[in-house]
């Protein structure tokens, strides 16, 4: 067979087969585009009609002689054509099943990006080779099959081999083998100011080869002076693979160089005898961080995998935890009084409580609520979803969750408003296998492969559920963090929280033409979703993040003494819009997408449990004027809601996705609308204002004399379109005009 004319003009070889006997010829299979097909076309024309002129001006051979010979015959080729497993592992029926997706480097985004509107789920993990990009993909094969077809990029199909109890499984001299591999590839450069991922938890042991290098013997602490350092019970060294690698289970099947460019820190604020006295777990909390800091000024993400289920059922209402949480995050609380980036685990189900279907029911459960102290307003609350549905080849048994949803693991909100979102964004947690009677149990394939604390006894062990989903998101925000040293820690939050969305599996619980309503499910259980990194760390031409990093003085004494202090301050931002790449989308709508992020003192006093406006010592929300709304209509609208904010909530007709009572809790809000780009031309005032908080009682003094900070992200998106966003943005931004005007 000839197949150099099967790799050009719009044709892509894939794979060939080669002959086998006289039973079997040889095969080849091509990715072919519409011109492609037209050019190989006219190549079989022309063979039929046209030959070439030899040197004596003879009539010589056909043109394309040696292609057109050597094909017996020309077919659509199935997916068993692009399969590369032994033929008895192709997956049969018309269940979903996980395939080992293998891409062409240049055209990988683009399938990854679009299969999922063909039914794929694509892992988040993924394998680099010279050439190649391979993915896990979950679908059926005729879902597979139109993907292929109509999405270029797929070289090859496989079955998934290799899980995360392959590498558990291993005797530990293996093990040992494949951890001077990594460490081999590995490079811990964190610059000369690194960021730093700190494990609140039981320790780390420093005696791994794939810690030591980002963790100094003086950056382990201790919430108390007598307590030991190391780890115990391996719950802090399986967080700190995770925190440095992410699953180990990717890192050790790729050939390529790995770069770790932040550190590490333990603070133990759990004894490896007894336990902390619950009303202590506040104190020792802060101890922690004490004992860390005491080390001088670094940017830290804080990262808390413990919590309790002693204040459940809390309903969302703070907590002694979840206060000492928020005044560590806004500088009240702590040695050092400093912003603090802060991520908690949402807290782990169960197991015994679930049969082998439904399980979202049981989740969902009030007494399956977010653990305390995840419910705090400034810290990051992860919960965990899942991607993890393969098995080794004989095992009996199916995977509990479906692909792209939440893990059986993790838990949820109790409560759909008043206080916090929660969680705010969910990470890779493990699955569980149902085979037999209940309950699900865990499965090492099923989970994240990590370091073990018991190194050189053992290498690897695996993990999960909440915790596991947490050093992950520590690992993801910290490398955001890493990429824009210089941003707040409110600003990191909220670039990190908005940049999330839900999979097609989560999105497919709501209706088809969803009320804002329809979303407080989605939120109860996945928060924003998963936090997708490219785009919180990057613009495009088509798509662009403003940054804003501002303070605001929101409340000023009344004139009469005897009455209650009033709104002082509203920041109004003249947004730099495209307007001529804007008009230029006449049919094409535009996503805007607005993340406002805060840092709120607490007052956990009972009165104050009982209402966000006095357990927060500011609230603060964004407005953007409406098409044909000029500034002066657009400030009286404002200072009209503003006045009116401390009673009901009410539902604006303003075309935001998620509306008022999903986004106006907590102290970070996030909302999106769609609407036609001439109309988002028009729309280029977007201001901040406060509304009630403590600090605006008669029991603050001077309030004029409080500032708040806050951050302020405003995201545009044009989709497919090839408009030039950026660029003219990126020319106008000298001149945004900020506006300060008192109420």
């Avoid at 333990?266 to 909390?285: E, M, Q, R, Y």
Wanted: aromatic residues 6%.
């Amino acid at each position: 067979m000839v197949t150099s004319g099967l790799d050009a003009s719009g044709l892509t070889l894939l794979k060939v087969q080669p002959a086998a006997g006289d039973q079997q010829p040889a095969r080849a299979t091509v990715f072919a585009s519409g011109n492609g097909i037209d050019k190989l076309r006219h190549k079989v024309t022309d063979f039929g009609e046209k030959d070439r002129t030899k040197k004596d001006g003879t009539e010589g051979r056909p043109y394309n002689a040696d292609l057109v010979q050597s094909i017996g015959a020309i077919v659509e080729a199935g997916l068993r054509a692009l399969w590369r497993s032994p033929n008895q592992k192709f997956p049969d029926g018309t269940d979903s099943h996980p395939w080992e997706i293998w891409l062409d480097k240049e055209a990988a985004a683009g399938f990854i990006a679009g299969a999922p509107d063909y039914g794929v789920a694509i892992s988040a993990d993924h394998l680099e080779f010279p050439e190649d990009i391979v993915v896990i993909g979950t679908a059926t094969c005729d879902a597979l099959a139109v993907a292929v077809r109509r999405l270029a990029g797929v070289r090859a199909l496989a079955a998934p081999t290799v899980t995360a109890d392959y590498f558990d499984a291993l005797e530990i001299e293996e093990q040992a083998e494949w951890v001077n591999d990594v460490v081999s590839r590995a490079t811990f450069d964190g610059g000369g100011d690194p960021n730093y991922i700190t494990l609140l938890d039981r320790g780390v042991s420093r005696a791994h080869p794939l810690i030591a290098p980002a963790l100094a013997v003086g950056d382990r602490h201790a919430a108390e002076p007598a307590w030991g350092l190391e780890d115990g019970v391996g719950h802090g060294t399986q967080l700190a693979g995770l925190a440095l690698f992410g699953d180990l289970t990717t890192a050790l099947q790729t050939m390529n160089p790995i770069q770790v460019r932040h550190r590490l820190e333990s603070a133990k604020i759990i004894p490896d005898a007894g336990h902390n006295p619950h009303h202590l777990l506040g104190a020792v909390t802060r101890k922690g961080i004490n004992a860390a800091e005491a080390t001088g000024n670094r940017r830290r993400t804080f990262t808390l995998a413990t919590t309790t289920e002693d204040d459940t059922p809390h309903d969302g209402a703070p907590t002694s935890w979840s206060s000492e949480i928020d005044q560590l995050a806004s500088g009240v609380s702590g040695d050092t009084k400093i912003k603090r980036l802060i991520l908690v685990a949402a807290g782990n189900t169960d197991q015994n409580q679930f049969g082998n279907n439904d399980y979202l029911a049981v989740c969902d459960l009030p007494n399956n609520e977010v653990e305390s102290p995840a419910h705090a307003w400034n810290a990051v609350c992860i919960g965990a979803y899942t991607e993890k549905n393969m098995l080794p080849a004989g095992e009996v048994g199916l995977p509990l969750a479906p692909v792209g949803d939440l893990a059986p693991s993790s838990r949820t909100a109790s409560w759909s408003s008043h206080w916090p979102l929660k969680p705010d964004v969910v990470f890779e947690g493990g699955n569980w296998l149902v085979d037999g009677a209940p309950p699900p149990m865990k499965h090492p394939a099923l989970s994240l492969l990590t370091t073990d604390h018991q190194y050189p006894q053992r290498a690897f062990t695996t993990t999960g559920e909440t915790s596991g989903a947490t050093a992950l998101a520590a690992r993801a925000v910290t490398e955001i963090w890493s990429d824009y040293p210089d941003l707040w820690p409110e600003t990191i939050r909220a670039l990190f929280v908005s940049s999330a969305r839900w999979t097609p599996q989560m999105m497919s619980h709501l209706p088809a033409n969803p009320a804002k309503g329809d979303y407080a499910p989605l939120f109860k259980r996945y928060g924003y979703g998963v936090p997708d990194l490219d785009r919180a760390r990057r613009s495009a031409s088509n798509a662009l993040t403003l940054i804003v990093q501002d303070t605001i003085r929101p409340y000023r004494k009344a004139e009469k003494p005897s009455a209650q202090h009033v709104h002082n301050e509203m920041k109004v931002f003249e947004l730099p819009w495209p307007v001529e790449e804007l008009r230029k989308l006449v049919q094409s709508p535009v996503k805007l997408r607005v993340a406002l992020s805060t840092f709120i003192d607490p007052n956990p006093s009972e009165p104050a449990r009982g209402s966000k406006f006095r357990y927060a010592s500011h609230n603060l929300r964004f407005k953007l004027n409406r098409p044909n709304e000029d500034q002066v209509a657009f400030l009286a609208r404002i200072s009209k809601a503003a006045e009116q904010s401390d009673g009901p909530t009410i539902e604006e007709d303003d075309n935001w996705t998620f509306g008022r009572n999903r986004r106006d809790v907590g102290s970070l809000h996030i909302d999106e609308l769609a609407c036609p780009a001439s109309d988002l031309a028009r729309r280029n005032l977007i201001a901040v204002h406060p509304v009630a908080g403590w600090w605006k009682t008669k029991t603050v003094p001077d309030p004029q004399d409080l500032i708040a900070r806050f951050s302020l992200i405003v995201e545009i998106d044009a989709g497919e379109s090839d408009a030039e966003l950026y660029a003219e943005v990126q020319a106008a931004i000298d001149m945004l005009n900020v506006v300060e005007n008192v109420v």
